[in-house]
């Protein structure tokens, strides 16, 4: 009886002791993210309700429309690029993975500075004519920060994602067969990008616009 289980033990603490295979980590990873990502939905949907039943569908305040453009398209190009970043590790480019990663970091930091800085009024500089909206201009200033804000809370968790992503693989981490971080680095990215999309003809687009000033 002693024997039987001496000889058992190691094999069961090499059991409890097992790491399960990269592809069902990876898969138990893919959930978890989507999981956060949807679960995230409810958050910016609420915000989307509140600028529709605040604001109306027929009325938004009086916003820079070029810098809201070039913002916007600079954050899609800069899903271009994660996407290059993404597909280049998946060859061991590594190279064009760390280029790639730093120009998409650069794209998301001048976004950031287009929307906080200026829209905002961060900078002081008075853009299309008006002055910025204030926190304070009541359900107008109320509605823009919460949903710019939010918005540029996950851009910077974003970036500072990246920026962890391209110091691993500048340090050799990731290869063409495990490369989960620079996976879900690329899907959080295209997740806040299409939260702009949305966001960007609410606030920027749809509704006459009102001189709040």
């Known amino acids: 009886m002693s024997a039987v289980a001496t000889s ?3 094999a069961h603490d090499h059991d409890h002791g097992h790491e399960p295979p990269y592809i069902v980590r990876l898969r138990n990873n893919r959930l978890g993210l989507w999981l956060f990502c949807f679960s995230e939905l409810f958050l910016f949907g609420a ?3 509140a600028r529709f039943y605040l604001w109306g569908a027929d009325s938004r305040p009086e916003l820079d429309q070029t810098l809201g453009l070039i913002t916007t398209a600079v954050l899609l190009i800069s899903s271009f690029f994660i996407n290059r970043a993404e597909t280049a590790i998946g060859y061991n480019d590594r190279k064009t993975f760390l280029n790639s990663l730093m120009v998409t970091f650069v794209l998301g930091l001048i976004f950031l500075i287009g ?3 200026f829209e905002w009024g961060l900078f002081g500089i008075a853009i299309g004519g008006h002055e910025p909206l204030k926190p304070t201009d009541g359900i107008w200033g109320a509605v823009f920060y919460g949903m710019t804000g939010m918005h540029a ?3 910077l968790t ?4 990246i920026l962890i992503v391209w110091n691993n693989g500048r340090k050799g981490h990731f290869s063409a067969e495990e490369h989960w971080g620079v996976e879900a680095c690329a899907i959080y990215w295209h997740f806040v990008d299409v939260i702009w999309i949305i966001f960007y003809p609410a606030l920027y687009l749809i509704g006459a616009a009102i001189v709040i000033h």
Do not use: E, R
């Open 8 to 10: 058992t033990t190691p």
């Open 47 to 49: 915000l989307l309700s």
């Open 115 to 117: 929307v906080v800085g």
């Open 153 to 155: 809370i996950h851009v």
């Open 158 to 161: 974003g970036l500072i994602f």
